[in-house]
């Protein structure tokens, strides 16, 4: 019996940890429909960026509350999922609680485990209390109805049982230590599970084995579940925030990217001894250059990683001025936009065997509206709150850029201040001789 146990223990871990690879596999192609970019320079200080906002959550504990709340779900959650190492060669090799030769430290480590469980599973009642109770503005907005207020509410409950079941498996070997079966040998300590132990102990020693058993594989498996669902939910940034912010743009935020193709061909033509010819390599044929970006593969690939990263806590909304002035512009909006568009263009290139079809749609207008790009002061506060370091206004920009350069649609008092630029140098509509007649005021 010991035997089919493992047998059936082998096939769910390799068929979770299978079906985990094809999401990574699936997640990789999607980023890497982007246009590339080098963002390998500055490695000690990319490193830095990494441990301080990724590792050290600097950004998060900005507000106290949500911050501390979220170090000790991430803490706890991580850290108590080192005993999945144990649990894995108990199921593969049919053992019992295989680290407990580690005595003193064991018991140390179990301990540790606990009291971070039951952490967690005050802060994660807190979470559901804020987001459902108390209904904090941020939670709110219109990209947060349905399926996003649903998936942040699912990851709780996974969090919350797979705490429970971990508390529960342990209370339960533990009555079974004090009774003495075999098999469930004095291994660990105990500090909050034996209390619920006093609750299981009258139930008898055949109940306890099957509440433990059952705990124990419903832990595991709900552990693989969770790991596999990261993929469709919003909790892709457990595993995103480490590559996000090593990747993530160094210049000061001020610092917009100029496009290379534009800028050398302003060179070009502030050289009065350039050959034009020379430089473009005479009549031989260019690549076409597209302007900015109105869909996804215009973007560059750690732009899709960002909408891949993005937690939806809102912090960038709450922040950015126009949002805040009634406008209809959310910068995470634009990130889950730009989610679900590369998500239906890598459903697209599945279903086509590995060849996007044109299916007549695109990020601009389809999915961002050109009021909410144009709504953008480029004051960068979005990227200033995002707890780990995405950057909804380097996307915006770039879908800014095609409508300026690509269809000339830019908002007419645009188009005017840059007319005035073209011929007066200066935004105002005055001639070129008069713009330094202030001096003479």
Known sequence: MNYVSQIVFALILFAGIGYFASNTKRLIRNIRLGRSIDRTDRKPER???????????????????????????????????????????????????????LGGFYDFLIGSFEVLALLVIVAVVIFWI???MIK????????????????????LYFELVLM??????????YSLQQLGSAQYFEAGAFPISQFLSSLLMPLGESSLIIIERSAWWLHIVGILIFLNYLYYSKHLHILLAFPNTWYADLNPQGQMDNMESVTNEVKLMMDPDADPYA????????????????????LHWVQLMNAYSCTECGRCTSECPANQTGKKLSPRKIMMDTRDRLEEVGKNIDTNKGVFKDDGKQLLDDYISREELWACTTCNACVEACPVNISPMSI??????????????????????????????????????????????
């Not at 301080?52 to 779900?73: D, F, N, S, T």
């Not at 219109?142 to 990851?155: C, F, H, L, Q, R």
């Open 130 to 132: 804020r987001r459902n």
């Open 396 to 441: 915006i920009v770039d879908m800014r850029r095609y409508l300026v350069m690509e269809q000339s649609a830019a908002p007419m008092e645009l188009n005017n201040m840059m007319t005035n630029i073209e011929n007066n140098a200066a935004p105002w509509p005055y001639n070129q001789m008069d713009r330094l007649n202030w001096r003479n005021e």
């Open 47 to 101: 490193w830095k960026t990494m441990i301080r906002i990724a590792l050290g959550q600097q950004k998060m504990v900005v507000r106290p509350i949500a911050g501390i709340l979220h170090i000790l779900v991430y803490v706890g959650f991580v850290i108590i999922n080192i005993e999945v190492v144990e649990i894995i060669i108990d199921g593969l090799f049919g053992t019992h609680r295989v680290l407990s030769f």
């Open 279 to 298: 430089a473009t390599g005479g009549d031989e044929e260019e690549e076409v250059v597209k302007f900015g970006a109105s869909d996804v593969s215009d």
């Open 164 to 173: 429970v079941l971990f508390l529960t498996m342990n209370a339960a070997d």
């Open 136 to 155: 904090l503005r941020r939670f709110l907005n219109p990209e947060m109805k349905g399926w996003p207020k649903s998936d942040a509410n699912i990851i």
